[in-house]
């Protein structure tokens, strides 16, 4: 009974905590200075994209309070707003959570232009939330350009979680 | 959900994270970034060493002539030092320069497509202190805007809440150097009648005492009529080493508004 009421997260044991742990890794990852020294633009949203991933095969082993730590620490070493990061994590589980039925078991493809719908959204919601912010409105290319990017970082990074997924689970 | 709008209005409001905060969490994460940064600039290093190898005569040749042409300059830049000293003791002028607080390596970005900012690897131990200026080897990158205990993040000069008092080499015209989230830099405020031309260098002023004066920033690239783009003078896209300059600014932010919000320079 009490095995039952475990999160599924904690009765997978240490298996249960690696698409956390490995989400964590893409945090720190992103602050790494690849490429431009000046800034991450080039640098997909690896935070993103893990998460995405996991939701789409693990649901429950990313849980709500993990997308907000997760968010939580991404706001606070990106240096942006408090939150915003949460948000769009947290906004990205309800959204998969809530569609995974119409596209869990479809190819990899499908996936790849649901992610790709999504994130362009996250994106426009973090332009607008952050030019709110700010009080000034921001110029749009950068981040189209990272969505671009994150977009398509989406099937590499994803091939590597799933290698992840089968060695760890 | 609650929780991060609630800090979200909080960040719109002025009243976000307390920088000490982020500044100390910067400290945490840095000995993982030090440790993740090895492989990457050994990997770097050998990809420009194996691209390097093919030109490394044309490269050896054109090296040698510049070395020559530096000989000479340095020659005449001794001797214009010498002049210019003792000029300045003649005239009872105070010296300028400005030295460094800590020579250290770019160890993180931030800010994504939002905000310029990089993490360098000193802190209050190496007496950096907020609104210093950073430089690297060819001109002004920002200024620090967090300081930790061992590591401090700098406001690049392309971020949008950049700006810097700038004066116009060959004209000596004042100016404000913006940023824009992009690459490239904008002059703005120059007065009425000013002919900016491409090559046009600028330098700090000094003006408002955030940077000490004749720091170069940026050299004009393109004009169009009233908007007119320049390109940073600093390597912005190759930064490793940088310099914090031990300089002051007047009136010191810390003791005037403890927890302003960042950005403004």
């Known amino acids: 009974m009490n095995a039952l009421r475990r999160p599924a997260i904690v009765s997978f044991g240490f298996a249960g905590f690696v698409p956390v742990i490995a989400t964590f890794v893409m945090v720190i990852l992103m602050m790494v200075p690849l490429g431009t020294g000046a800034a991450n633009i080039a640098m997909p949203n690896l935070v993103l994209i893990s998460v995405f991933y996991w939701l789409s095969s ?6 709500y309070w993990a997308c907000a730590v997760l ?29 995974l039925k119409h596209f869990k078991g479809r190819s990899r493809l499908v996936h790849w232009v649901i992610f790709a719908v999504l994130s362009f959204a996250l994106y426009v919601l973090s332009w607008l939330v952050v030019s709110f912010v700010y009080g000034a409105m921001l110029p749009p290319e950068p981040l189209a350009l990272q969505w671009v990017v994150t977009a398509f970082s989406y099937a590499p990074v994803g091939f590597l979680l799933g290698r992840l997924r089968r060695a760890a689970m | 959900m609650l929780v991060a709008i609630a800090l979200l209005a909080f960040e719109a409001l002025g009243s976000g994270v307390p920088n000490q905060i982020r500044a100390y969490a910067n400290d945490i994460v840095a000995p993982v970034l030090r440790v993740l940064e090895q492989p990457i600039r050994a990997v770097q290093a050998g990809l420009e060493r194996i691209a390097g190898v093919s030109d490394i005569y044309l490269e050896n040749e ?24 003792r000029l300045r003791s003649m005239l009872k002028v105070p010296g300028r320069e400005v030295p460094p607080a800590a020579t250290t390596r770019v160890i993180g970005v931030g800010g994504g497509a939002f905000e310029r900012s990089v993490l360098i690897g000193a802190g209050s131990v190496d007496a950096v202190t907020r609104g210093s200026p950073v430089v690297d080897e060819t001109g002004v990158i920002g200024r620090v805007i967090q300081v930790g205990r061992w590591t401090s993040r700098v406001l690049l000069l392309t971020d949008i809440n950049s700006r810097v008092p700038v004066r116009l080499e060959r004209t ?15 002059l703005r405020f120059l007065p009425q009648g000013v002919q ?16 000490p004066p004749d720091l170069p920033v940026a050299r004009v690239i393109d004009v169009v009529d009233d908007f007119v783009l320049m390109e940073p003078l600093g390597l912005l896209g190759k930064l490793d080493y940088v310099r914090v300059m031990a300089y002051n600014p007047v009136p010191d932010e810390d003791a005037a508004i403890p927890d302003a919000k960042e950005g403004s320079q």
């Open chain 1, 58 to 63: 693990r649901p429950l082993l990313m849980p």
């Open chain 1, 71 to 99: 968010g939580f620490f991404l706001d606070l070493w990106l240096d942006v707003p408090m939150g915003l990061n949460m948000v769009l994590l947290l906004l990205t589980r309800l959204f998969v959570l809530n569609q």
């Open chain 2, 62 to 85: 054109e090296l040698r002539d510049e070395n020559d042409r530096l000989r000479q300059w340095r020659e005449a830049a001794m001797q214009l030092s010498r002049e210019n000293e």
């Open chain 2, 172 to 186: 000596g015209d004042l100016a404000i150097a913006e940023g824009q989230n992009e690459s490239l830099l904008r």
């Open chain 2, 196 to 211: 900016v031309r491409v090559g046009d260098r600028l330098l700090t002023s000094g003006h408002g005492g955030a940077f």
